[in-house]
């Protein structure tokens, strides 16, 4: 399935024009994540305030399959060989 990771803070949005293709949900949680991380550790996450911002999931129509505070996201602990913190709540 076809996936867009749209970035908004409720004021500001930025629409992926592109997307991704995914097996799954699962997977589209996991690119999501890995992509915020790789996205705010290259630029050092504490020079950019993060609060209110959002990374939707968002299928072809539109439709908002999940959403995750960037916030949340850097705030995860990481641990060694897991690429997806949130792979441990499952």
Do not use: K
Not at 16 to 34: I, R, T
Not at 46 to 75: H, Q
Request: proline share 3%; with cysteine.
């Amino acid at each position: 399935m076809r996936c867009y990771f749209n970035l908004s803070n409720g004021e500001s949005y930025f629409t992926d024009l592109d997307g991704v293709e995914v097996a799954s949900l699962d997977q589209a949680h996991g690119e999501a994540v890995n992509a915020i991380r790789e996205t705010f550790l290259d630029r050092n996450a504490a020079d950019f305030d993060l609060e209110g911002w959002a990374l939707d999931v968002v299928d072809p129509a539109g439709r908002v399959l999940l959403s995750m505070s960037l916030e949340d996201v850097m705030e995860a602990p990481r641990i060694d060989g897991l690429d997806n913190p949130f792979d441990l709540l499952q």
